[in-house]
Every structure is written in C-alpha cells, then in structure tokens.
C-alpha cells in the first residue's frame, strides 16, 4: 500500500494524515510516540490482515530489531492511546502465535498532490461545555475585549478552565464572524514548524511550500474571522510569532488564545482568569448561601454526577466552602476532589486535603492526560520551566499563605541562584502562572496544589530543610522588628504573614527543625499573636518554646517575654488560675531583674487584674500603688497612664466612687498614644476603652444615664475598631448591664449581650461566655420563659465564670437572678438563691448598695416583715450616700416608700426620695426615674407594669 502514503486515512472518529505522521479526533491531536506511531501506520496499512510480529519489528526498528517486550510494550501504548479518545471500541486485536490485527474499517479521506500540504480535515469547534459556572463576567469582558483589541490571551494556570472560557467565547460570537470560527489544538503539536501548518489544516489551506503564513494571510483576508488558539504553552515562542504576524498583517482577524503564560508580542491583550468566587470563612453558612457561589455549585454538581441523590445541607455547607476554598476555586481540582466525596464524604474529604493536598486523585477518563490528575497538570507547566525557574518555583514551596518579592528573594537566593536570578525567576514564573497574585498589596502566592507540587520537588531535590531554615530566620528577623518598633500599624501590618508563622514555627519545633530558632521565633511573635486576639494559639506557641528553655536563655529578656505572653493568654482563655498568676509572678520577678520597667508596669497589670477579677480589691490596691510607685518620676507618660488607669478602676469597683472618677479622667486625657498602641500589641488591653467603661459606669452611679450611655457607645465603638476581642468583650459587658439597668425592656441590652456572646464564643473567652449565660437567664425570665430552664441557663453561666475564677459580677447577678425569681412569683426560691449564693454584705463593692435593697426586697416578699426590709433599705441609702451612688440611693429610697405602711415613717422616706429625685437631671423616662416619679405622685400601684422588683 505504499500509494497509502500520500492519503489521509478514517477509522472510528479518527483521521490519520501519513506524510504528516498526525492522528487527530475531532480537532484534538492525539499525542503518541514515535514508536507508536509506525505500528498504527505499518497496521492500518493492512488493516484486517494479521501483521506478524516479526514484521512488525523489521517495520518499525528495520536497523538493529526489537525484543517482544518492547513489541507489546508500544502496542500497549497505543492501544491506550485510541481508547482514552474513543472508549470501549477495540481496533488492534491479538491474534495468538502469529501477531496483531487492525479491525476496524479504515476509508480514505483524500488524495492531495505530491508536495502539498493538506488538512486533516476542516476544525470543528468543540461543543460548548454544559457546566460552566461562574463565567458569565468573564465572557462578557473578552468579548469585549476580543472586538475592541482583537487579539486577548486567556492566561491562567492548568486546570483553570482557559479552553472551556475560550470555547464559550467562540460560541457566543458566532453570529458575528458568520460560523468562521476555527479551533486550533496546540497542546500536542511536536515542533514550532508545525504551528502554521496546524493553523492551515484548521482553515483547509492547502500550501506547496515550507512557509506556510504567507498563504494564511491571503486566505485569511477574505471574511473577518476568528481563530482559537489552545494550548500555546508548550511552544509559546512559535505560536507568538506566527500570531504577530498574522494580526499585524490581517486586518480582519481575531485572535483568542489560551495558554499558561502571554505571548509578549505586539497587538497582544492578556485576561487573567481566576479561580471561580468561594464563600469566605463562616461557620454559620447556610446552604442555601453556599449555593450561590459557582464553586460551591461546581462541586454539587460533580457530585451529583456519581451520587444522584446528594443534596448540600446547612451542616455540611460550611465544609463544602473549605474544600472549594482549599483548592483555590480551581474547577479542576473541585472536579478531582468531588469524585472522592462519594467514598468518603464531604468532612473525610476536607480533612484529607488538610492532611495532604493530593495531587493523584484521577478524574474524568476522557479528559486530556494532562487534565487527569492535579500533577499531570502541574507536571505540564513545569516541564516548560528552565533549570532556575524550577530550582525558584521549588523552593517558595516554603511559603505559605503568600510572600512579598523582598522576601521571596531573601529566602531563595543563594550561591546556585543569585539575587538577580531570583528576581527574574520569580516574574517569569508569575507571567507563566506558576505564581498568582494574592490581594492588592503587591503580594505573591503559589496557590495551593501549585505549593504542595513544589514541596514534592524541594523534598526530592535534598533542599527541604535549609529552605525551612532560611525561612524561619527571615521572619524571626521581620517580627523581631515589628516587636521593637513603636507604631499603631505595625503589628497590624505583620497579620497578614500569620500563615507563614506558623509554617515557620511548625518547622522549628518538628523533628527536623531547630528548636532554638522556634524558641527566637515565638518570642519575637508574641505581641503580633496577642494583637490579632489569637490567645488559644499564642498560649500554645509560648508554652512549646517555654519547654525549649535551656539554661543560656534563663533569666533573658526572651524568656521574660515568652513568660508575659503567655501569662496574659492563660488569664484570658483559662481565667485567674493559680498557674496563671504564677506564670505572671515569675514575669515580674525577672522584669524587675533586668530593671525593665516597660515589663514591670505590664506584669503588675496582669497580676493586678488577677487580684481585680477574683476579686481581692486589698490586693488590687496594693498592686495598682506598686505600679504608681514605679512609674513616679520616670517621665513615662503611657505608663503613669496605666497606673492611673489601675487605681482609678480599682477604687470605684471597691465602691470609692468619687476617687474613681478623677483617676480615670487623668488616664483619659494624659496618655501616650504609642504606649497605649504598644500594650494593645502585646496583651490586647486597652486602657482607653477600659476608662471609656469605667466612666460609664461612674456616670450612671452619680445619675446621669445618658451621659454613661454615651460613654459606653464611644468605648463599643473604640474596641470595635480596634478589632481587638477582649476589648469588645469588656466594653460590651459594662454597656450591656448598664442597659440592663437603665431600660430592661427596650431590647438594647438584649442585643448587646448577644454581640457579646457571639464574640465570647469565637474567640473562647469563658470568663464573658459565662456572663453572657447569666444574663440571658435574667431576660429569659423577663419575658416569662420557663424558670426551669433559665436556671440551669444561669447556673451553666456561673460554673463558667468560677471555673475562669472570674468573680467581678458574681454577687450582682446572683443577687439580680434571686430579685427575678421572685418577680416571677417564686419568692421562696428566690431568697434560697441569694441566700446560697453566701453573699457577704459587708464587703465594699460598687453594687453594695443594690445587693442591700434586694436583700430587704426578699425579706418582704418572703413575710420577714418591714421591720426587716427597712434596714436593708436603710442601708443601701446610707452605702449609697457614702459611695455618691445617687442612682443606688434612687432604687433604695423607692423601695423604702413603697414598704412603710405608717404614716409618719411613709412621708420621713417619701422626703428622702424626693431629695434624690430632684438631683436628677437626665434619664427622666428611664424605668428607675418613671417609677420613683409614679410613688412621689402617688400613682403607683403595686400591680403595674413597673414595680420595685424592677
């Protein structure tokens, strides 16, 4: 059959071009070996005939033979090959003992001229795929973009979805350039020479000569036209010079091509497509909100493809968003991983991609190899890379959670590749789009299977552990910066390496690491832990460098700091454990060591606030003088500050209001901004806000409820943009009991007890979930809940409180939970509870004199007699009056009139509250106010609405 060579040959949905050695299906090339490709030949030759094996090895290796292993080895090749682009058909079949048969009909296609270059067949555009999601914004604007500049690469990484936009692209603009849309598949062509001639075969050009281009533009100059050009990667120098050529030369042409990396060429316009749109981080999503994101969509759907009956619950949304936020939005990558979530559903899978990001999972088998696995695909950009490319791409393996170019440069570099070497590495791999940009800060990142075939290719090249070295060393030195400047946004600015962080950390303290490095690390990372409220994390970062200490860093001004940070975590996360003062105790002893005065004034801070949260307010006096005495004179305005700060919170919870005030006013308005942002930085207290609430308080005891509401709004509104948790959760407290006092029922106290839960929870303060608990308790009951359930609801809160040895509150809100059993007509049980709750009443407190009033409100209640409650009435108005509390007095004189039943005693304490009332002069609706008003006109009634159980 040797006039066969000169024929294209049929066969199934295939098209063999002999002189061209190219076998096509469709528009796609099906890429084979050499090897290979001579026994389809020398077996299509004779199809149905049994071609011996000797025959075939004369044929296809005539100069030297071949064993019968290499013989069924290329036959295997190829029989994988014809079935991975038609499945189930059989063409070669065995036949034993004597050889190989082609059965399938095979018919001729043409029969060119000698020394012409004939097409395979005319390209067929691909048909459209019916599961793009996502797109739509994309095809719009290269659309857009294809009519306004007529040339665009669609660049992006393997996997991405380029072909499938490109496709879409051409489908939609169809009617424009009237069906002469041509698809050209590049991905398998052998040479650069071959790239014109694959664009000729597209078009139907015939061309008896080498240079092809000059017949494509004359062909090309008839119609406006759009050609496709896929895969240009792997011959990118090729395909842009072809490509300039004939959009310079062609007027009527459009050109869109994909690829991984641009062409560079004049008249080019690059579109960067990006992973599809993933939900960000939130526990709470619903289904039906996941579902709106095309990669969560994508993921369904490919489910459903293996599982017809799979729906996306409220449950597993917020696992689907991790999975699809894991792989990038690479619509491969949710392809490959959808195929495991019906063997292992949807939680296996996403703790499979946490433990190790597979790149081997197989997906469709159909797809091009190179699409079959992550690693295929990654493995085809890579073996376009040179030498240093790939030394630079394997290495940033190390980064994690993206990089700026400095430090990119900084860890990579060294005497293999230089520092310019790198830096032009590093800008080829992202025009090749082995790098994505991450943000709008100049910042870098290899996505995420991109960064597990790196660490694959830096764990074989013998690297692994110096680049985990040379990374550690870098960011020990850039957060050993951020902790000794001073500055309101540099602990801010460092957030966004957290990533990074903990990939160094985790190295240090591996097997493999270097502990002492990690020990550096932490140290130098605990004010940027601190300050983005990460407090279970930073305890257990500081805890592993702790138990690293040696006897060279005993006594350090590193182990002083690794001491105080994890002092202050533990008084946050766990509450006034014994481990945690003395943790802080030993923080002291060396600050005071080292003269550190900086060190001294936080440490008696924290210990301070242990002895303040117990409470022991005799112990928090002494601490809060201590720290006046070491700040006197040292001309450090931030710290004097601070001991203001200290001893003015600590005199008005013991009750001496009027001191209070004045302390905290100086800390307010004489403090140092950058002392200020400096302790937030490094235990995330803020004095600020902390005065902010203190005054609010101070306020509505003096009876000015207003102005306290407006203090607790600016100190909400200061903590919240800080973005600082325990903060929030503080000014939140005081503004949501407060409002609890001021109006119960107008639904503002609720809402901030909420919030306050909502962040308590996140972020596992246990100290503000128990008074989140205890609170919510009290409105339940408000709102005539069940008293059963808002009990176990409070006592839940308590065990909390008294397990983070949080006591501030613990008095007043049993006190508050007794007063609400009885308003809800359980007086017994009400005073069973104050009574339980061994309240000491003679202890000086800010809320002393409430605790009095509801004492003798549960005495009357229980049938003690107003004997009884009159004298703790009494003394709630005398506390009152010592303190300057005029809003306790208020209460106590109300509760006072309503219980006297003579006449004489009834007008002494009406003459009391009245004197109180007229102080008053804001907050004239609030409830304390309307009732006191209702008993002084005499129109109370002891069944309204708002009675002295209030």
Not at 513 to 542: I, Q
């Amino acid at each position: 059959m040797s006039d066969q060579r000169g024929k294209v040959l049929s066969f199934g949905p295939f098209e063999l071009s002999i002189r061209n050695r190219l076998l096509t299906n469709g528009a796609r090339v099906v890429p084979l070996g050499a090897r290979a490709m001579d026994l389809l030949i020398v077996l299509v030759e004779q199809a149905n005939k049994v071609v011996g094996r000797r025959t075939l090895t004369e044929r296809v290796w005539p100069q030297r033979g071949a064993e019968q292993v290499s013989l069924r080895v290329h036959i295997s090749a190829l029989r994988k090959a014809l079935d991975q682009s038609d499945p189930g058909r059989r063409y070669i079949a065995n036949v034993p003992g004597r050889g190989y048969s082609f059965v399938v009909p095979v018919t001729s296609v043409s029969a060119p001229a000698s020394g012409d270059f004939k097409p395979l067949s005319r390209s067929r555009l691909p048909a459209r795929s019916m599961r793009m999601l996502g797109r739509s914004g994309a095809l719009a604007e290269i659309q857009m973009k294809l009519a306004e500049q007529k040339f665009v690469t669609i660049v992006g990484p393997g996997g991405i979805g380029k072909t499938t936009v490109a496709v879409a692209v051409a489908h939609e603009m169809s009617i424009t350039f009237s069906s002469r849309i041509y698809f050209v598949d590049l991905s398998a062509v052998g040479a650069a020479s071959l790239v014109a001639p694959s664009i000729a075969a597209a078009l139907g050009v015939s061309v008896r000569a080498n240079n092809v281009v000059p017949a494509l533009i004359e062909r090309l100059q008839e119609k406006p036209t759009l050609i496709i050009l896929d895969g240009c990667e792997r011959l990118v120098d090729g395909v842009s010079a072809v490509a300039e050529e004939l959009i310079c030369r062609v007027p009527t042409l459009n050109l869109l091509a994909t690829s991984r990396e641009a062409m560079r060429v004049e008249g080019e316009h690059v579109y960067e497509l990006s992973g599809l749109e993933c939900p960000v981080e939130d526990g709470s999503l619903s289904a039906r909100v996941a579902l709106q994101y095309p990669s969560i969509q994508l993921l369904v759907d490919r489910v459903r493809a293996v599982r017809s009956d799979f729906e996306l619950t409220d449950p597993d949304a917020p696992t689907a968003a991790k999975i699809c936020r894991r792989l990038d939005g690479i619509p491969l990558a949710i392809e490959l991983a959808a195929c495991r979530v019906d063997i292992f559903g949807l939680g296996r899978t996403a703790s499979l991609l946490d433990e190790r990001l597979s790149l081997s999972w197989v997906g469709r088998r159909t797809a091009p190899s190179r699409h079959q696995t992550l690693n295929a695909t990654l493995e085809w950009s890579y073996d376009l890379l040179g030498e240093a490319e790939k030394r630079v791409l394997s290495r940033l393996g190390v980064f994690a959670g993206g990089f700026t170019f400095e430090a990119a440069v900084a860890v990579v570099a060294d005497e293999t590749v230089d520092e310019a070497n790198v830096s032009d590495c590093v800008w080829e791999l992202r025009s090749k789009s082995m790098i994505a940009a991450q943000g709008q800060e100049g910042r870098l990142c290899l996505l995420d299977t991109t960064r597990a075939f790196a660490l694959q290719r830096l764990a074989g090249s013998g690297e692994q552990n110096l680049l985990h070295r040379r990374h550690a060393l870098y960011f020990t030195d850039l957060f050993r910066q951020g902790a000794g400047m001073d500055g309101s946004g540099w602990s801010k600015g460092l957030e966004i390496e957290v990533d990074n962080l903990r990939a160094a950390l985790n190295w240090a303290f591996s097997a493999a690491g270097d502990a002492k490095v990690g020990v550096e690390l932490a140290a130098a990372s605990a004010s940027t832990w601190m300050g983005m409220a990460l407090l279970t994390e930073c305890r257990e970062w500081m805890t592993k460098a702790i138990s690293h200490l040696d006897d060279m860093n005993s006594g350090t001004r590193q182990e002083m700091v690794l001491q105080s940070a994890l002092a202050s975590c533990m008084m946050f996360t766990a509450g006034m454990t014994e481990t945690s003062y003395a943790t802080w105790a030993k923080a002291l002893l060396l600050a005071e060591g080292l003269d550190d005065i900086e060190h001294q004034v936080d440490a008696l801070l924290v210990l301070w606030a242990h002895a303040l949260r117990v409470p022991n307010y005799p112990d928090a006096i002494k601490l809060a003088d201590r720290c006046g005495e070491v700040t006197e004179g040292t001309g450090r305005i931030g710290a004097v500050a601070t001991a203001n700060y200290m001893r003015g919170i600590t005199y008005y919870h013991a009750g001496r209001i009027a001191e209070a005030q004045g302390l905290l006013e100086l800390s307010l308005h004489r403090d140092d901004e950058a002392s200020r942002q400096l302790l937030i930085k490094r235990f995330g207290y803020d004095r600020k806000v902390d005065n902010l609430a203190g005054l609010a308080t101070l306020a509505w005891l003096r009876g000015s409820p207003d102005q306290a509401r407006r203090f607790n709004q600016m100190a909400v509104a200061e903590a919240r943009q800080s973005n600082r948790a325990v903060n929030l959760c503080g000014a939140l407290t005081f503004a949501g009991l407060i409002a609890y006092w001021t109006n119960p029922d107008d639904g503002e106290a609720e809402a901030l007890v909420d919030e306050l839960s909502g962040h308590a929870g996140k972020y596992a303060l246990q100290n503000y979930q128990g008074f989140c608990l205890g609170m919510q308790a009290l409105h339940k009951i408000r709102r005539g809940g069940e008293i059963s359930a808002a009990s176990v609801m409070f006592y839940s809160g308590l065990e909390k409180l008294s397990a983070a040895r949080y006591g501030i509150f613990n008095w007043i809100l049993q006190a508050e939970f007794a007063k609400s059993m009885a308003v809800a007509n359980w007086p017994r049980e009400g005073l069973d509870a104050f009574l339980r709750a061994k309240i000491d009443l003679d202890e000086s407190r800010w809320y002393g004199p409430e605790l009095h009033r509801i004492r003798g409100e549960l005495a009357l209640r229980n049938g003690e007699g107003v004997a009884v409650g009159r004298q703790y009435f009494l003394r709630a108005i005398e506390l009152s009056n010592k303190q300057a509390s005029l809003s306790w007095a208020l209460r106590a004189a109300t509760s006072l009139v309503i219980a006297e039943k003579s006449l004489g005693r009834k007008e002494a304490a009406w003459r009391t509250l009245q004197a109180t009332y007229v102080k008053f002069r804001e907050g004239l609706e609030t409830v304390d106010l309307r009732l006191a008003k209702q008993v002084l006109t005499g129109s109370y009634r002891p069944d309204s609405a708002i009675n002295s159980l209030h």
